[in-house]
């Protein structure tokens, strides 16, 4: 299918301002009972779950933000081709996230397996790993998935070791935990495709990258600093317009693999080859800093001003190469730049309140529309850019106003899809928002 360019349109995307700490106010809160969706494989129509989605509830307090979540994203999750039997459950989790967070000025801690983050939909992140390492005494892998215990020198990077496991969001379940290791946005939104899992059971992720504008808010790490997706200003003080942020991490030149990038001599991993390509294991690259200030520092981020904070924080980015193809070490990592202090609690133990995102300023947005194929005689895509913090309805209409169908492109989502194959060829209209002026955009059904 070949997609039509973007049209510009105004939608209200309703976001909480400015009086509170963003890390309260940012979150996907769901409020109208949407709950998650799946698919099986073998069957492109999605099941609906019976679990909510997204953020259930913010709470905080002077110095901490406490997210209740089910960890379940309003985009579709699954299959996972790789075998995995599990689907991503209710972790029914609290996770507590500094408001107040400081740079670790010791030695810095590194990122470990499992949850070092969170996004604002309430999906946990994890680094780089997957509990996989190379065993030296059996020539073979072991660890996570594979079992046994690997020697842990020689690492595997989740992200091209898993890549067929990974549902069309870029994430997948580690019993029954949804997590992302990399940005969050479909591969078959990227420049470059590397998956074809989204040709078959379609979906979306968090957000759409859009090169023109600042990345969203989409997270935030253990150690309460923001997570931003793969663009931001060119400088640090908020000037020089959009780019994409640069990992100042590189591969190697390598054949072998027996010492680390520091020269340190380690016990060896498997030669470089077709089967261990170099970015298999993560001790294949190695940091080299740069002088761009687009270029990101050793732990992923750098000191700047964004839309969230005028007056400047540390940041972490989401990073891709310049196909928008994930580009270690994906978000955070190896190590975090603040004093890790996030984690996932049971209880609540001070006195908290509740965050009611009623009580704040809204704004209207621009937001980038694009609906192809146009014209179709199957399927007709509607794709928002960017982060949808509410629920946006969408109507197919005929020229005379009658009702054909009703989608939704629900918050932390950017896709909904109307099937036209069985409609009279000709004209209709798209009504995107409500209210007595939906913005509308014409579409053609048959050739």
């Avoid at 969706?37 to 073998?42: A, K, P």
């Avoid at 679990?51 to 209740?68: K, P």
Wanted: hydrophobic share 35%; with cysteine; charged share 15%.
């Amino acid at each position: 299918m070949k997609k039509s360019t973007f049209l510009s349109l105004f939608l209200f995307a309703f976001g909480a301002k400015a009086q509170l700490n963003p890390a309260i106010t940012n979150w996907l809160l769901n409020t109208d009972g949407t709950t998650g969706r799946h698919y099986v494989q073998g069957n492109p129509t999605p099941i609906i779950d019976a679990v909510l989605a997204n953020v259930q509830q913010v709470q905080y307090s002077a110095n901490w933000v406490y997210v209740s979540t089910t960890g379940v994203p309003s985009y579709i999750t699954g299959p996972f081709l790789d075998g995995n039997p599990s689907l991503a459950t209710n972790q029914n989790a609290i996770f507590k996230i500094s408001l107040n967070p400081v740079q670790n000025i010791g030695n810095p801690t590194n990122t470990n397996g499992g949850n070092i983050g969170i996004f604002i939909n309430g999906v946990a992140l994890f680094d780089y790993r997957d509990g996989v390492s190379w065993k030296n005494s059996t020539n073979a892998l072991a660890g996570g998935p594979l079992g046994g215990m690997g020697d842990g020198v020689w690492n595997r990077d989740a992200i091209p070791a898993e890549k067929v496991g990974f549902d069309c969001a870029k994430g997948h379940p580690a019993m029954g935990n949804y997590h992302h290791h990399q940005n969050p946005s479909a591969f078959n939104l990227d420049l470059t495709v590397i998956s074809n899992i989204c040709d078959i059971y379609a979906a979306d992720g968090l957000y759409l990258i859009n090169a023109m504008q600042h990345s969203p808010l989409i997270g935030y790490a253990y150690d309460g600093f923001p997570i931003y997706g793969a663009y931001g200003y060119a400088n640090t003080n908020g000037t020089g317009g959009i780019t994409r942020m640069k990992s100042s991490y590189q591969l190697r030149n390598i054949s072998t693999r027996t010492t680390y990038s520091n020269g340190t001599a380690v016990t060896a991993g498997p030669p470089v080859s077709a089967t261990y390509p170099l970015g298999y294991f993560r001790e294949d690259y190695e940091y080299i800093s740069n002088a761009g200030q687009d270029y990101l520092d050793v732990h992923n981020g750098r000191f700047c001003v964004t839309p969230e904070y005028p007056n400047g924080i540390y940041c972490y980015f989401a990073t891709v190469d310049a196909n928008w193809n994930s580009a270690y070490p994906y978000v955070v990592g190896p190590t975090f730049y603040g004093t890790k202090t996030g984690a996932k609690v049971n209880t609540i133990t001070e006195t908290v309140t509740v965050y009611n995102p009623s009580n704040e300023l809204s704004e209207n947005t621009p937001v980038d529309v694009k609906v192809f194929p146009n014209p179709s005689n199957d399927v007709l895509i509607v794709q928002l850019s960017d982060l949808i913090k509410t629920d946006v309805a969408l109507k197919l209409v005929d020229l005379n106003g009658k009702l054909i169908a009703e989608k939704t492109i629900f918050q932390g989502s950017t896709i909904a899809y109307f099937d036209v194959s069985t409609l009279y060829s000709g004209h209709y209209l798209i009504q995107i928002g409500e209210g007595t002026q939906p913005q509308t955009i014409k579409v053609t059904i048959g050739d």
